[in-house]
């Protein structure tokens, strides 16, 4: 790695994020693990290198999963011509609730991913701080929990009791696992920021997240599974009770996956008319909110948008639900591979524009000039064109499905209800 890239590194560190060892800057040092930065550290640290020592940022150094360690920063600050459209895998998951509900649904080989059509515009929150948000306490899982129950005929009770105390939960969850039958599944919601051995790739304090929890082998470890990141595996039995009892998070039901069947059609249909709103972007909309009262005068300071918008890539990730509905109604309609792949690239490209997006707010929280908030507004703008393209799309797929489910009653469970 060039000396002088590692030497132009370590001077903004020492500028700019003063309690960070500069001597810990080296070609292996992870950016978070090493270095201690977090997201929104590392956006201005890239805003720097812009702005400061003349790099070009391309769209694609703003992929996490890319930007692990100092190494990986000068490579793709240095890379030249590499296409910005990814491959994501087609079982993408984005909400820690809707996988876990949907890990029974794929158990009994039944289709999952109409459930997905909630996700898209799924509930985001603003606090009284004006800052984006994916979890609050005023969170209301009801919804999901609804119309799982509706389309795919499983029993869901919260088992976890707001009134009791923690540990009486803990308790409660502990005796549960005891005795519980192979029909059930326990969800229940921990802190992941506690289980530093698990994956945390938005470097959340707290990260609130669902998972499945069963005993193990042995009476030290619980099994988990954790749908939304594609990890099962054992862990230990009182690390796992510490993240539930961390305060930040409450929350836990059982599953009973026996009476579980495949959809009805018009209940897929009354599911996708709830949660389709073809004129209204939620995500795009809480952004553009969130800037207005960034703005100079308004109510928080223009430095701390940055900040306030640093849990969008937790959100922006829901988007990839746009997937499963094309390829649910695609799949039924028996639509050519080629067109889905263009949607996909179209979905792909709506993603990884609020990363940017989240970029330019950064570089104007920093600038803060006329230029720069400019091309952010511009940015809004171009991401709620892009997901009203996609939604005319996907309605227009449902559309074709709709025409054909509710003529074609050769299948008993398709027929409407």
């Known amino acids: 790695m060039s000396s002088d890239f590692i030497s132009q590194l370590r001077d903004l560190v020492a500028q700019t994020l003063p309690r960070l060892d500069v001597a810990a800057v080296h070609t292996d040092a992870h950016l978070t693990y090493d270095l201690g930065l977090d997201s929104i550290e590392l956006m201005q640290l890239l805003v720097l290198l812009e702005t400061q020592t003349g790099y070009q940022i391309p769209d694609y150094a703003l992929d996490a999963d890319k930007l692990q360690t100092v190494a990986d920063l000068q490579q793709l600050l240095c890379a030249q011509d590499q296409d910005t459209v990814g491959e994501p895998e087609l079982d993408v998951k984005v909400h820690c609730v809707v996988s876990c509900l949907c890990h029974s649904i794929k158990q009994h080989g039944l289709d ?4 997905y059509f909630g ?3 799924a509930e985001v929150f603003i606090d009284a701080q004006h800052q984006l948000r994916y979890h609050s306490e005023k969170v209301d899982h009801d919804f999901f ?3 799982y129950q509706r389309l795919y005929g499983a029993k869901v009770t919260q088992w976890y009791d707001h009134g009791l105390s923690k540990q009486n939960n803990i308790d409660t969850l502990s005796a549960m696992l005891q005795h519980r039958p192979d029909w059930q599944q326990l969800m229940v919601m921990l802190d992941m920021y506690r289980l530093p051995e698990r994956e945390n790739r938005f470097a959340l304090d707290p990260f609130p997240h669902y998972v499945l929890l069963e005993n193990a082998t042995s009476d030290e ?7 939304d990141f594609r990890w099962e595996g054992n862990l230990k039995r009182e690390r796992v009770m510490q993240a539930i009892a961390s305060p930040a998070v409450a929350g836990g039901y059982t599953l009973d996956t026996r009476p579980l069947h495949t959809p009805y059609a018009a209940d897929i249909d009354a599911y996708f008319n709830a949660c389709f709103n073809p004129q209204q972007n939620h995500l795009t909309d809480a952004v553009e909110t969130i800037i207005q009262h960034h703005l100079p005068g308004g109510a928080q300071a223009p430095t701390q948008l940055g900040k306030a918008l640093a849990e969008l890539p937790v959100l922006a990730i829901r988007k990839y639900a746009y997937e499963h509905g094309l390829a649910f109604f695609w799949r039924e309609l028996n639509q050519p591979a080629q067109e889905f792949e263009r ?3 179209a979905i792909e490209r709506l993603v990884k524009g609020f990363d940017k997006l989240l970029y330019q707010a950064n570089k104007w929280a920093m600038t803060q000039t006329g230029a720069d908030l400019e091309q952010l507004l511009e ?4 991401q709620n064109r892009r997901e009203l393209n996609i939604k005319q799309a996907v309605r227009e ?3 074709q499905w709709r025409k054909q489910a509710f003529t074609d009653h050769r299948d008993a469970e398709l027929k409407p209800a």
Do not use: N, S
């Open 379 to 382: 940015l809004v703008a171009e």
């Open 145 to 147: 929990i609804r119309w």
């Open 343 to 345: 949607w996909c690239d």
């Open 221 to 227: 470890d619980l099994w988990m599974w954790d749908p």
């Open 119 to 121: 996700v898209w515009d």
């Open 112 to 115: 999952h991913r109409p459930f």
């Open 397 to 399: 797929a449902r559309d």
